[in-house]
């Protein structure tokens, strides 16, 4: 008997068939969707198989009707260019199922084989499988299946083991990346696990929601450190994505080992502390432990967490709970609904102008609109952000069919813009060219840690022993009606917070109960009115950092995440501030800085703007409402020179610059910067005075970040000299802090 297995995915020729991975936990696999111009049917996928005996083959495919009873995406199998039997994907099941195609004829050597789509409405197929033993029928179950699959494949199934890693970040996504960041540049081996074929989780390119945070509402109040070097990176080269902006960050870290298309399955967890996690393939489906002392669960959903059994919540707080104000007076299980993108900051669809009216007729099975939506149309190309499902649709098990649902919603959308919208007009040259499949989440499981942020905290600006940065987005609270919130609106609430910005403590990034896992995404420690505000990019980047670095700590005392709060908070905020990140109130008073002695002066300094140059020894990394750096003075131009002099003769290694990157800029995430960054250094040399004369020990040359570390062998010195040669624009120097290690 001669058995094949084909899996979708490894299809040679994809034709319109697209990709799809983001439901493996779910369904099992990944699988080709038929997915390029909405209505009409995608070209065919193709790829060739090889049988050895001559004779009748039957052939199977692994499918789903995916919105029972229309069956949108249908299909059939071409073998060498003639269609087998039957049309696929509309039988009345609504899982995952085992369709027959057919019976063919086959001599032995190679033939083609072809999936033809038939109605460009997302056709799907998982797999297939060719028999020329006819009383084999594949199981639906997936432990069955799988083992066909091994079997006819000739591979194993046993699971193989990755390695040990000092740290593993499993989520690769805003919040994971400045983890695993962070922790290499503290000199750890970090595994960065994503579930996707890239990096960037939504801030990816099929993700495409851009990096806001505190900065985008309060004037002044962009984050620091890593993620404030994303969007540098972002802005600076102009064809770069954030995605490729984050890529760019990662593969300079040779301390980081990533791993794509690998999704969390399991964790072994004994006594509270997991000890490895198990992954999956989102393509071969070949399993792999991988352990480390600490783990971060960065995957938004929580599944390191749910799997090593963290305590954890989901949905909305009665008000009881915390008193919040705005909470609702029982409780439930209610998320906020995500949206479907593509890359473009595409949502739902794309559309183009074709110059001269175009009909469109819904489909049945897409969803009907009211005529009064109570929504105004912004994007003529695309949709807003508030086109979503109601939030008792369970895109964390059902993500599938929530996604689906989002389709169904996007094409009702575009046909209530073309024929029932008062202002119709202006959508009548539009047709649909593109259908968003990615769903990008807003909310789902939070991990319990050892303090719950909340509502009450933010609106009381409660103080925090253990802040490790801010929190300022407003308290943005979809509607749970989605789309069909009527004359409510589309939010739920929707205020912003005060200023300056609410603390986020160190003990909402870490499980109550499981000893060894951090927690760096929109599954931390959050109410889900908490969650309006910290579920966006920069903020959870900054819960990234400071996650990496207390894993640093956490190596180098030999203790678990909870200890860095009970013994070493001030040392965490200490490294946190070094390496650039802001926490308000808390000042850099690093022992080991000698810059923090040194008699600091310059060859000019702004008189009027007071920016004198021992600011930059005065713990504060950036300026608030008085000015903290030294600015040089324009009417003289550059090069200008700031010297700072030590008490003693001192052997030194490394010197520290953090320039100025306009952090008062008004800007959102997509939206271009409004002005050109004026005082950014750009170009310097960094001198030591050696016997009596100034040796140069390191330059910056083309720089566009804030943080600049000059190393060098152990020198012998008392004084620094830092020239600025260039900047970003006008010819001004501008420094925020130096430190000397």
């Not at 990008?440 to 319990?448: A, P, T």
Request: aromatic residues 10%; charged residues 25%.
């Amino acid at each position: 008997m001669e058995n094949i297995w084909i899996d979708a995915v490894e299809f040679n020729e994809k034709g319109g068939w697209k990709k799809e991975s983001q439901f493996v936990r779910e369904m099992g696999s990944s699988y080709l969707v038929a997915n390029d111009v909405p209505g009409t049917p995608a070209s065919d996928a193709e790829t060739e198989f090889t049988v050895t005996e001559e004779g009748w083959y039957r052939i199977f495919a692994r499918t789903k009707n995916w919105k029972y009873p229309e069956a949108p995406g249908q299909f059939t199998v071409k073998v060498d260019g003639e269609e087998t039997a039957h049309t696929l994907g509309k039988m009345p099941v609504l899982y995952w199922y085992w369709d027959l195609a057919g019976d063919v004829y086959l001599k032995s050597g190679k033939h083609k084989i072809a999936l033809s789509d038939k109605t460009g409405w997302l056709s799907r197929c998982a797999a297939i499988i060719i028999t020329n033993d006819f009383d084999y029928t594949p199981s639906p179950e997936e432990k069955r299946w799988q083992k066909d699959r091994a079997e006819m494949k000739g591979i194993s199934l046993k699971t193989k083991d990755y390695g040990s890693f000092d740290f593993a970040v499993v989520g690769a996504g805003p919040g994971g990346i400045p983890a695993a960041i962070s922790a290499a540049r503290h000199g750890l081996s970090v595994a960065l696990i994503s579930g996707r074929p890239t990096i960037g989780g939504n801030a990816s390119d099929e993700g495409s929601i851009g990096l806001d945070g505190a900065g985008s509402h309060i004037k002044g109040y962009h984050e620091t450190g890593i993620a404030n070097e994303i969007k540098r990176v972002y802005e600076e080269f102009p064809d770069f994505t954030y995605q490729t902006a984050l890529e760019y960050l990662v593969e300079k870290e040779k301390n980081i080992t990533v791993f794509l298309n690998e999704i969390c399955i399991d964790a072994d967890c004994e006594n509270g502390i997991i000890e490895n996690i198990t992954l999956v393939n989102a393509e071969t489906l070949e399993r792999h432990t991988l352990s480390a002392p600490y783990f971060c669960d960065s995957t938004g959903d929580g599944w390191v967490g749910y799997f090593a059994g963290a305590k954890y919540r989901v949905g909305r707080e009665a008000k009881h709970e915390y008193g919040e104000k705005f909470a609702h007076d029982a409780p439930d299980l209610l998320t906020m609904s995500g949206c479907n993108c593509a890359p473009g900051v595409i949502r739902n669809f794309a559309a183009e102008d074709t110059g001269s009216p175009v009909e469109f007729v819904a489909p049945d099975w897409a969803i009907k609109f009211p005529k009064e939506l109570h929504r105004t149309p912004k994007y003529k190309h695309t949709t807003e952000w508030w086109l979503e499902n109601s939030n008792d649709y369970d895109d964390l098990w059902d993500s599938e069919f929530t996604r689906d649902a989002m389709v169904r919603l996007g094409i009702g959308y575009f046909d209530w813009r073309k024929n029932l919208y008062a202002e119709k007009e202006i959508f009548a040259n539009y047709r649909l060219t593109e259908l968003a499949l990615h769903l990008s989440k807003r909310e789902n499981r939070r991990i319990i840690g050892d303090y719950v942020l909340s509502q009450k905290d933010y609106t009381e600006q409660t103080e925090f022993p253990d802040a490790i940065g801010y929190h300022g987005w407003g308290i943005d609270i979809h509607h749970v009606k989605g789309i069909f919130s009527g004359a409510e609106g589309e939010f739920d609430r929707d205020k912003g917070v005060g200023v300056p910005p609410s603390p986020i403590p160190y003990r909402c990034l870490y499980s109550v109960n499981i000893r060894n896992l951090f927690t760096a995404s929109r599954c931390s420690s959050f109410t889900h009115m908490a969650l309006g505000s910290t579920r966006v990019e920069s903020t959870l980047a900054l819960c990234g950092q400071a996650v990496g670095a207390a894993a640093y700590l956490c190596k180098k005392y030999e203790v678990l995440p909870r200890d860095i709060y009970l013994s070493h908070i001030k040392e965490l905020q200490q490294t946190l501030i070094c390496d650039d990140q802001t926490i308000l109130g808390v000042k850099g008073e690093d022992g080991a800085d000698k810059a923090k002695c040194a008699t600091v002066t310059a060859t000019s300094f702004d008189k009027e703007e007071k920016a004198y140059p021992e600011n930059v020894i005065n713990g504060e990394i950036r300026s608030f409402e008085k000015n903290n750096a030294w600015i040089s003075d324009k009417a003289k131009g550059l090069p200008q020179s700031i010297t700072l002099e030590m008490p003693k003769v001192e052997e030194i290694s490394e010197i520290h610059i953090t320039a100025d990157t306009d952090l008062t800029l008004p800007r959102h995430s997509y939206w271009p910067v409004e002005v050109p960054f004026l005082h950014t250094l750009k170009d310097a040399d960094v001198e030591i005075l050696k016997d009596g004369k100034w040796k140069k020990v390191g330059e910056i040359r083309g720089n566009f970040i804030r943080k600049n570390k000059i190393t060098f062998t152990p020198e012998v010195t008392k004084a620094v000299r830092i020239t600025v040669l260039s900047s970003s624009g006008e010819d001004v120097a501008k420094i925020n802090e130096i430190r000397i290690y």
